[in-house]
């Protein structure tokens, strides 16, 4: 099998693992609810950590996720219930910015040759300044359409609701995976994490790829800030505080290795039922705080990080076993 | 390092502009900036406000120097804040005495400092990478300190950290300088800087040539969190009160920023401590100016923006002419002159 | 000599950087169904012929014709669709991806506007049939030896550009067997009527499989044959632009045999690296180590100088057992290395000469014995004085110096901590005629001075130069050994060469 294949697989299995014992302390755990409610409860953490993703398999970092996320959020708030825009033009216009917003922080990394955790970092304080700039209130959205998108759901059998935003995410996720092994693009992306100057002289074309690879994880973090918006019905400029960290732990979780190259976005997916999963705990034991997230997650991040340490290790060991000078 | 010369000096006009005009800008907005006047024997007036606000971020900076130098760079140094300043707080409505409080908040601050350069000189980590761990697990390392809560204490002896006078000079400016000082003379006086300097440009000669890159990367890192620690309580001093959420949120962001705007490179090699320390201070004044002129301290996070903008222009053009220079030279291994 | 039309042809073709001229006025022409091996020094200008060849650089001046046709190339991916493939001298291929994405990467056969990667799988497996490889092209890239990525960069060079082949260094990091295989496949593809430009080191290799040589010197064009017609000592003469330096030196192994033996390594090996070893070796001794590239050359000194942990043996020195795991236990014991790679383990790019000098000494006085300004500047002006190292300024960036320069430095670096054993791997490579002599003056002197010296070289007639012993290295083991009279550059051939027949097929 493929080494590459083994972060994945135990990813795979800890997440089995985890939610076998979950079930076993709280039967009640196993159910359709459950598991649609892990899907719209990480909707938004989903859809943002696809795009993460994509920014990581190129050996790059996106720490304007969440300033983004909540930008989103409080633009459609104002726009909708301030200027009463319908809701449907208000996304546009969000996907519009935070696209563009993602693409001109793809130029300035590719073109200046800089560390994409500074740019990204001015990304986060420019984004969350924005928010603030706009309202510092949190404002409520209150539309019929919005109304009408919450309330779609497909009743699962036992009770569990399969929302839209919650699709929304599985159809992101099945798309990001399309992009990744059956476009172009897709191996545009993994040949310049995997090493650029390679990848440059082989004729893929690493500006565009950089400038595509950030534009999608800003508009996907604008898809991901709507999507908070439906979940939470307003806009707020403190929400969505940290949230480029769970998502880089989600990916990193899920397999994919942060120095770029290597990892699928199916990992990712479970990375975010994992944490989706220690969060139910959680709230079903009533007596945790939810803090121990954090703490669950770091040992997480610290054990795939160290496995992957490992695997890099030995195949290391094995290359210079089989050539070397 | 440093050396106060004219060249230096040269070096260092951008920031020293840059500050004066800051500085200029605050007095037009408000025109009792330079205003210092001495009550109940402690200094007050914006500008000290300005170096008090700045010490612990110029104190974040001293640590984050010499592992920026060190081509690496801490994330963690918020979270470990928050959990040094949870540990202060809950030890002392614990009832600790005050030298065991300080001590043991500093020893965890150390202890998350070498478990970074554990996971970066001994793992071989990224620096980011390996940072990243703590900053997600220590805010929920200080929550679980704090048990979820925001401890509030009134021991006078700690709160004296943050609010406190020595001879007029606040504390917090008082333990900055003093560390910076420090800091800046251990630089000067032992091999350390150009160690630092060494690893940070080439690690792998640096070991060849007989360096013990590994326990040095050791000692940055842990070095990087003490410094932490003492921002951490020095900030849970000042508000009375340990908030594991809050505490030096973003502050590493600031720390990171001030090492740059200093001048030090991203990519290591040769730095400067007075100057990040001087980032630091250009970084609170703006914070001050803008809150003196009226605006909404959100604006700030705008600004920092730009100044980071700013910075990676004027670094990319000054280092393209080189650079394009360097490439074409090297890339065809040119030997052009004996 | 214009026997056949050329399928490349460069005329005076100029290039400069800031300073200094890296081509002036060449010519150079490739016909199709050739070989053209092109030679130089390094600094010569090869480097940058190949990459106004491939589109990375823009000429100054001169025209570029491929059939007849003058070109431009704006790109390397130009450069490709003009005909012009290029395999590099670090196989820039992508190991994260598979086997199959390398070769297509950027021409993937597609179906519904999606990559169909059965399809591209399959023509990945044809495409490499024609070279005898028959791999899972599903697999990582990485999980291949270097000859197979080679081959792979080549087969993706070949299918994309289709006329003319330009191969930077290719056989550096290969042994002999998989040279042969490489070698086959150019004779194939010259077969083919591809034009090949072949960059090599190895003289045998290019009166092995060129047809014909081009030889640059000091970006000036020094002549052009074809290799049948050339003596190979006329080809070495058009290359240093003078008879080689060395050989003027009057053989030195006629030294007097030292008495004790201070530095004694006993059963030393690392498994996949080196076998065990024994070396002994007094001061006022030079062992030369010969050996093809991944004989086993590198790998020994790494051993010595504990940067790889030997997995056996021990070590005594003046007949007290040592323990040498790093570096820094070396350095203790009175060990430097100046190393292979001078660029990733030797200079401190950014340091001055100054600091790049005192950083050996200062990191064996420890953290806090800070050498004051004034010793530094001190060893530095002494060193620089005495190496000759042509710098404008101690405070100079040594990145900004020439390769000889910077060797000096890092000589310097060691002698500056008094050493007592100094292992050299390949202390001349990449460096110009008049260091180069320079540097071997040097080793004698320090020989001469008492100092225990183990030197690391491809080039036989160096060894033979200075060497008071030569051990012969081959297939990661030490083989054999010669002293005295019996260090001649056939000698130590021999041995070498003695592997073509012991090794496997």
Request: charged residues 15%; hydrophobic residues 50%; aromatic residues 8%.
């Amino acid at each position: 099998m493929n080494a590459r294949l083994l972060p994945l697989c135990a990813t795979l299995l800890i997440c089995l693992i985890a939610y076998a014992a979950c079930v076993f302390q709280f039967p009640a755990m196993f159910s359709t609810r459950v598991a649609g409610n892990l899907l719209t409860d990480n909707a938004f953490l989903g859809i943002a950590a696809v795009g993460m993703t994509f920014v990581i398999l190129s050996g790059g970092i996106d720490l304007s996720v969440g300033s983004v996320i909540a930008f989103t959020g409080v633009l459609l708030a104002v726009l909708i219930t301030h200027y009463g825009v319908h809701p449907l033009i208000a996304f546009a216009i969000a996907l519009l910015i935070t696209t563009v917003f993602g693409a001109s922080m793809g130029v300035i990394i590719h073109y200046l040759e800089v560390p994409s955790f500074i740019v990204t970092l001015a990304g986060m304080f420019l984004a969350r300044g924005m928010c603030f700039v706009m309202t510092t209130d949190s404002i409520p959205i209150d539309h019929p359409f919005y109304t009408a998108l919450q309330g779609l759901f497909y009743r699962l059998p036992g009770g569990g609701r399969l929302t839209f935003i919650g699709c929304l995410m599985v159809l992101v996720f099945l798309l990001g995976i399309i992009v990744a092994h059956f476009s172009k693009f897709g191996s545009y992306i993994y040949a310049v994490g995997g090493n650029r100057t390679s990848a440059e002289l082989m004729g893929v074309p690493v500006a565009r790829t950089t400038i595509g690879i950030y534009a999608m994880s800003g508009f996907l973090s604008g898809l991901a800030g709507i999507v908070f918006s439906l979940y939470t019905s307003a806009g707020y400029s403190l929400a969505a505080v940290g949230v480029e960290l769970d998502t880089i732990a989600a990916v990193v979780i899920g397999g994919t290795l942060l120095t770029g190259g290597v990892g699928y976005i199916a990992g990712t997916f479970i990375g975010v039922i994992i944490q989706g999963i220690i969060q139910t705990y959680i709230v079903f034991d009533g007596t945790l705080s939810s803090w121990w997230t954090k703490i669950v997650v770091g040992v997480l991040l610290f054990s795939f990080i160290a496995l992957q340490r490992i695997l890099v290790f030995l195949s290391l060991k094995r290359a210079t076993a089989t050539s070397g000078g | 390092m440093i050396r106060l010369n004219t060249a230096a000096l040269t070096k260092a006009m951008p920031q020293l502009l840059s500050l004066m005009l800051i500085l200029f800008l605050n007095y037009l907005a408000f025109p009792g900036f330079f205003e210092i006047r001495l009550q109940d024997g402690r200094l007050f007036g914006s500008l000290i406000d300005v170096f008090n606000r700045g010490a612990p971020v110029i104190i974040l900076a001293i640590g984050m120097t010499a592992v920026i130098a060190s081509r690496g760079v801490d994330l963690s140094v918020g979270a470990v804040m928050a959990v040094a300043g949870a540990l202060a707080a809950t030890m002392t409505v614990a009832g600790y005495p005050l030298p065991v409080v300080i001590l043991a908040a500093l020893g965890a601050g150390l202890a998350c400092g070498l478990w970074n350069g554990i996971l970066v000189a001994y793992f071989d980590l990224q620096p980011i990478v390996a940072t990243l761990i703590l900053m997600v697990a220590g805010r929920g390392i200080a929550q679980l300190i704090t048990e979820g809560s925001i401890v509030t204490f009134t021991e006078p002896g700690l709160i004296f950290f943050g609010t406190g006078s020595f001879a007029g000079v606040p504390m917090p400016i008082l333990i900055a300088a003093s560390l910076l000082a420090v800091a800046i003379a251990v630089v000067r006086r032992t091999a350390l800087g150009l160690l630092i300097e060494s690893i940070g440009i080439n690690r792998s000669a640096s070991s060849y040539a007989g360096l013990n890159s590994k326990l040095l990367l050791l000692v940055i890192y842990g070095f990087c969190g003490l410094c932490a620690s003492l921002a951490g309580i020095i900030i849970a001093a000042d508000i009375r009160g340990a908030d594991a959420n809050n505490a030096g949120l973003w502050l590493e962001l600031d720390a990171i920023l001030a090492v740059v705007v200093g001048g030090t490179s991203l990519f290591g090699g040769r730095f400067s401590i007075l100057m990040s320390a001087l980032g630091a201070v250009i970084i609170q004044a703006m914070n001050t100016g803008i809150l003196l002129s009226g605006f909404p301290p959100e604006y700030n996070l705008i600004l920092k923006a730009l100044v980071i903008i700013v910075i990676l222009l004027a670094q990319s053009f000054s280092s393209l002419g080189g650079w394009a220079f360097l490439k074409g030279e090297f890339r065809s291994k040119g030997t052009k002159r004996q | 000599m214009t026997d056949k039309p050329g399928l490349l042809v460069v005329e005076g073709i100029s290039k400069s950087f800031v300073g200094f001229k890296a081509l002036d006025g060449v010519d150079f022409t490739v016909r199709p169904g050739e070989i053209h091996a092109l030679l130089g020094e390094n600094g010569a200008g090869k480097s940058t012929l190949i990459k106004v060849l491939t589109g990375v650089h823009q000429p100054d001046a001169g025209v570029i014709k491929i059939d007849g046709q003058p070109v431009v190339m704006r790109d390397t991916q130009h450069a490709q669709y003009l005909g012009i493939g290029t395999v590099y001298q670090e196989v820039n291929l992508l190991p994260n991806m598979s086997v199959a994405d390398n070769l297509f990467i950027g021409r993937q056969p597609m179906r519904f506007g999606f990559v169909n990667r059965k399809r591209m799988e399959q023509q990945a497996r044809d495409l490499l049939a024609q070279y005898d490889l028959h791999l899972d092209v599903s697999s990582d890239l990485s999980r291949y030896s270097v000859a197979v990525q080679q081959i792979v960069a080549i087969a993706r060079a070949v299918d994309m550009s289709g006329r003319v082949l330009v191969l930077d260094e290719p056989t550096a990091s290969l042994d002999r067997h998989e040279t042969e295989v490489l070698f086959a496949i150019l004779r194939q593809l010259r077969a083919r009527g591809f034009g090949i430009v072949f960059i090599t080191h190895f003289l045998d290799q290019v009166y092995e499989i060129c047809d014909r040589v081009t030889v640059l010197r000091n970006g000036k064009l020094a002549g052009s044959a074809l290799i049948a017609e050339l003596p190979k000592i006329e080809l070495v003469t058009l290359m240093l632009g003078r008879t080689l330096a060395v050989a003027t030196h009057k053989p030195r192994h006629d030294r007097p045999i030292p008495a004790e033996r201070q530095f004694s390594f006993k059963g030393l090996g690392r498994s996949r690296s080196i076998a065990p070893f024994d070396l002994d070796i007094g001061q006022g001794e030079v062992i030369g180590m010969a050996g093809l590239l991944g004989s086993g050359r590198t790998e020994t000194a790494k051993i010595l100088f504990g940067i790889d942990a030997a997995d056996a043996g021990h070590i005594r020195i003046d007949g007290n057992p040592v323990l040498i795991r790093t570096p820094r236990d070396a350095v203790a014991c009175g060990f430097g290395l100046c190393p292979e790679d001078r660029k990733s383990d030797g200079i401190i790019g950014d340091l001055s000469v100054r600091e790049n000098i005192c950083l050996a000494l200062q990191a064996q006085k420890g953290w806090f014995n800070r050498l004051s300004s004034r010793e530094q500047t001190g060893l530095a002006d002494t060193f620089v004085k005495a190496l000759d190292i042509r710098t404008t300024d101690i405070e100079k960036p040594v990145k900004f110096l020439s390769g000889g320069n910077q060797q000096k430095v890092i000589l310097a670096r060691w002698l500056a901590t008094n050493p007592r054993f100094l292992i050299l791997d390949e202390p001349t490579r990449g460096i110009d005629v008049g260091a180069h002599a320079e540097i071997i003056a040097l080793i004698n002197r320090l020989c001469d001075d008492g100092m225990a010296l183990l030197v690391i070289s491809s080039e036989i007639e160096e060894i033979v130069a200075y060497s008071t012993r030569v051990i012969v290295l081959r297939d990661r083991a030490h083989r054999g050994e010669i002293s005295g009279d019996d260090i001649t550059t056939s000698n130590i051939m021999q041995m070498i060469a003695a592997e073509s027949e012991g090794a496997p097929a």
